[in-house]
């Protein structure tokens, strides 16, 4: 079982809020993701990084940013919420470095809805 | 670019039903396979993989060859259960084509299963 933790897992916020999605993990991965589903359950890559202070945009275009400060922590913030950005958002980790067979170890996700 | 091709479901069978979703893919080099499972409500769990031609992947019965002439890693299982009602996503993670060693999905396919 994946030692990766997402928070909050269902939030409803009003357009303009600025929301920050929070996920960590404990298994001292470098590499960490954020992926988007929608609602016709395809993912989409939004955001990625290397390690501590490394940040990639994904191949799909996100109004939203991250950061990574720790190796554990890879915070995604909307700093204006819109309905467009309802959606499902799954963090994930794995090792990096050793070949395109490291599995990636996904949380549960967070369930956001801008109303 | 490497891309993964799955069957569009919605699959419904029966219990105890024999089960294949295929899945075809295109990459640069020499990819590494999975399937990963989606239980409702839930994040991404991975369910087998294979790394290198004519490996089989297995796990809770599911089976999936990574076959290399045909280019497809179809997933399969002889008995399903209720319990397997979810949605499978086939995956390909590469360092070639531009993908940088992440996941890059199918679009999943929905199993229910009725008793």
């Known amino acids: 079982e994946a030692d990766i933790y997402q928070t909050p897992r269902y939030l409803v916020i009003g357009t303009g809020k600025k929301i920050t999605l929070e996920c960590s993990q404990t298994?001292?991965?470098?590499?960490m993701y954020w992926y988007q589903q929608d609602p016709g359950m395809e993912l989409h890559l939004i955001h990625y990084?290397?390690?501590?202070?490394?940040?990639e945009k994904g191949d799909l275009s996100s109004e939203s940013t991250v950061s990574r400060i720790r190796t554990e922590h890879f915070p995604l913030t909307l700093e204006s919420a819109r309905p467009s950005h309802t959606s499902q958002y799954l963090c994930?980790?794995?090792?990096?470095?050793?070949?395109?067979?490291?599995?990636?170890?996904f949380g549960e996700g967070s369930w956001l809805t801008v109303v | 670019g490497n891309s993964v091709t799955q069957m569009e479901g919605p699959v419904t069978l029966s219990e105890e039903a024999f089960l294949t979703i295929n899945c075809t893919y295109t990459?640069?080099?020499?990819?590494?396979l999975f399937w990963y499972v989606q239980y409702p409500g839930e994040g991404l769990q991975l369910l087998l993989k294979?790394?290198?031609?004519?490996d089989k992947g297995s796990n809770k019965g599911f089976e999936a060859t990574y076959r290399k002439e045909t280019t497809s890693f179809h997933l399969e299982k002889g008995s399903v259960q209720v319990s397997d009602s979810a949605v499978y996503f086939c995956?390909?993670?590469?360092?070639?084509?531009?993908?940088?060693?992440?996941?890059?999905f199918g679009k999943g396919t929905k199993l229910s299963v009725k008793p």
């Open positions: 990084s290397y390690g501590v202070n490394s940040t």
């Open positions: 994930a980790s794995s090792e990096y470095g050793t070949g395109p067979g490291n599995t990636i170890y």
């Open positions: 995956a390909l993670s590469s360092f070639y084509g531009g993908s940088q060693g992440n996941l890059i």
């Open positions: 298994m001292g991965h470098d590499k």
């Open positions: 990459a640069t080099g020499y990819p590494s």
């Open positions: 294979a790394t290198k031609a004519d």
